[in-house]
């Protein structure tokens, strides 16, 4: 059974960092993909970063660009972790955990859309005052 639990949401001034945690239970799958999705009021859920079994890691090319963000996993505390730094309003949203039982979705942008995604989280809050 599946289980994604976000954590560590809140509230930051224009600047600080945050680090978000997904507590997870991905049994019986060993091949995998996760991934952070996040998704502001009125706006469509947008990819952020994912990683699969392998480790291997992608970004969208926003975060990309401004290298804010890294993702990163504890296979032992099965937990998936989402680094923010220099958080600006525009990264306030609700951020949401996500995962497939399919460890290649994380190249070719599959990852990207939120269909893809078998498995979600209930989100956690991120508020980013100026």
């Known amino acids: 059974q599946v289980q994604l639990v976000e954590s560590g949401g809140g509230s930051v001034e224009a600047g600080g960092s945050l680090r978000l945690s997904c507590a997870y239970s991905i049994r019986p799958y060993t091949h995998y993909t996760m991934a952070w999705f996040r998704q502001a009021p009125g706006k469509q859920r947008e990819g952020v970063a994912a990683i699969n079994d392998a480790g291997t890691t992608m970004y ?71």
């Open 60 to 130: 969208s090319y926003s975060e990309l660009q401004k290298g804010r963000f890294t993702i990163s996993q504890d296979k032992a505390q099965n937990t998936l972790y989402l680094q923010m730094n220099s958080l600006k309003p525009e990264d306030a949203a609700t951020y949401y955990c996500a995962a497939d039982a399919r460890s290649w979705l994380v190249s070719g942008g599959y990852w990207e859309s939120t269909s893809n995604f078998a498995f979600w989280g209930q989100g956690t809050q991120v508020i980013v005052s100026s």
